[in-house]
């Protein structure tokens, strides 16, 4: 009721015809290597029987949540840099920001369970199957949406509180909290705060809980494993390869005041465009008994 701005023109990343279209060039290739290296590691999980295992179950449903993190963002923007004119609606852009958060938290707690599933499986390996069963993996899934949903909701509800009368010019190319709420004709110091505390603090726990826990399973595969302890440790390390290349630009994002920095949208792009294509590279490449399947696919 007091939000007269109806839609909001996205700066994008230059002004310049031939930029835009190398860049559309070559997001247009990442997109496509994002929808190809997860589908694939999504059909290779459901067909092949031999990865019908508590860890490819959770990695299925990363490559799900990537493809759906990815496609929130990147049609949109892809099509803005073929068009003169960059616009979304206000309902747009409020729906684009749920989605955003939505699957962003999804992913992090996602994360989290594979790294419990790493801990289970080393520390209680005869337990492991009856401790990491089917339901009990649903129930950890459906948890990772759960929480998604309720972290993305607080974003929106904080948001379209907000009243909007203009400026109108987003200095992004999609639509985030951190560049909203500036454009509110209120003053915005608590709502940054609430925000910083949501999506910043939560960014950091998140990410000092996986990192405390991936080494204290490094440590004991050094220490306590030796037959596999090859295999152990390239997929753990390729995990927490894909934990830090996720959350350290999340991180520095959102756990600091929201002021305007050259980098930002550097930054934004490598967990909106990048990580979605890397996780399924980092998986094929460290895992013999994935390559396996694809090659059998």
């Not at 309902?91 to 699957?103: A, S, V």
């Not at 440590?219 to 996720?246: D, L, M, N, P, W």
Request: glycine share 4%; hydrophobic share 50%.
């Amino acid at each position: 009721s007091t939000t007269t701005v109806k839609k909001f023109f996205l700066v994008g990343f230059t002004e310049s015809a031939m930029l835009q279209y190398i860049l559309f060039t070559t997001f247009l290739i990442i997109y496509a290597m994002t929808w190809l290296g997860n589908v694939i590691i999504i059909t290779a999980v459901i067909t092949d029987q031999q990865l019908h295992k508590p860890m490819y179950f959770l990695l299925g449903n990363l490559a799900f949540i990537d493809l759906s993190e990815s496609s929130v963002t990147l049609p949109k923007m892809l099509w803005d840099l073929l068009s003169e004119v960059k616009t979304i609606s206000f309902q747009g852009c409020i729906t684009q920001m749920f989605f955003f958060h939505f699957t962003g938290g999804a992913v992090g707690i996602l994360l989290i369970v594979m790294a419990l599933d790493r801990y289970v499986a080393l520390h209680k390996p005869l337990q492991y199957l009856n401790i990491m069963n089917h339901n009990f993996l649903l129930r950890l899934v459906a948890g990772a949406w759960v929480g998604g949903f309720f972290h993305s909701i607080v974003q929106v509800a904080l948001v379209i509180q907000l009243p909007f009368c203009g400026p109108n010019f987003l200095d992004n190319f999609y639509c985030d909290v951190p560049q909203i709420i500036k454009l509110a004709c209120t003053d915005i110091y608590v709502v940054e705060l609430l925000m910083v505390s949501n999506s910043g603090l939560l960014t950091i726990l998140i990410f000092i809980v996986l990192i405390v826990s991936y080494a204290v399973i490094l440590i004991k595969i050094r220490t306590h494993i030796t037959e596999g302890k090859h295999k152990a440790f390239s997929t753990c390390g390729a995990q927490a390869a894909v934990v830090s290349i996720h959350f350290v630009p999340c991180i520095f994002i959102y756990a600091r005041p929201f002021q305007k920095l050259v980098v930002d949208k550097a930054m934004s792009s490598l967990y909106t465009v990048i990580t979605p294509m890397l996780n399924p590279i980092i998986y094929t490449l460290r895992n013999t008994e994935m390559k396996n399947a694809i090659n059998r696919l």
